[in-house]
C-alpha cells in the first residue's frame, strides 16, 4: 500500500510563507486524487485543497483560495501545498492524503490513506 510522508512544517510569522510536501513511496502515486487535510487544536478536520492526478484540476476551500496553492511533480511522486500569506488561524496539523475519487476529495471521513501530518505554527 501507498504510503505518504509530509514535510515542510515548521513555525512562520504572519504573512511569511511556506511549502509543504507530501512523499508517496509507490509509482502508484500517480494515480492517485491527493488532498491537503488540517485540523487546529480541539476543531474537526477540515479540507484546504485537492488536485487530480495529471494537475490539470485543482480545488480549494473558500478559506485558503488566493493564497495557497497545491500542485504535483509525478516524476517525484510528491505533491505540494504553497502557502502565501499565511494568517494566524491557518495554524494546524497537515495532512496529505489520497482519496480514491475526485467526488469524495473533500470529505475526510472518507478517506482512508493518510500521512503522519506536518504541524505549522503561524504567529503574529
Known amino acids: 500500500q501507498v504510503q505518504l510522508v509530509e514535510s515542510g512544517g515548521g513555525s512562520v510569522q504572519a504573512g511569511g510563507s511556506l511549502r509543504l510536501s507530501c512523499a508517496a513511496s509507490?509509482?502508484?502515486?500517480?494515480?492517485?486524487?491527493m488532498a491537503w487535510f488540517r485540523q487546529a487544536p480541539g476543531k474537526e478536520r477540515e479540507f484546504v485543497a485537492y488536485?487530480?492526478?495529471?494537475?490539470?484540476?485543482?480545488h480549494y476551500a473558500d478559506s485558503v483560495k488566493g493564497r495557497f496553492t497545491i500542485s504535483r511533480d509525478n516524476a517525484k511522486n510528491t505533491v505540494y501545498l504553497q502557502m502565501n500569506s499565511v494568517k494566524s488561524e491557518d495554524t494546524a496539523v497537515y495532512y496529505c492524503?489520497?482519496?480514491?475519487?475526485?467526488?469524495?476529495?473533500?470529505?475526510?471521513?472518507?478517506?482512508?490513506?493518510w500521512g503522519q501530518g506536518t504541524q505549522v505554527t503561524v504567529s503574529s
Open positions: 509507490e509509482r502508484a502515486f500517480n494515480n492517485y486524487v
Open positions: 488536485i487530480n492526478w495529471s494537475g490539470s484540476y485543482t
Open positions: 492524503a489520497a482519496p480514491y475519487a475526485s467526488t469524495i476529495a473533500t470529505q475526510w471521513r472518507s478517506i482512508d490513506l
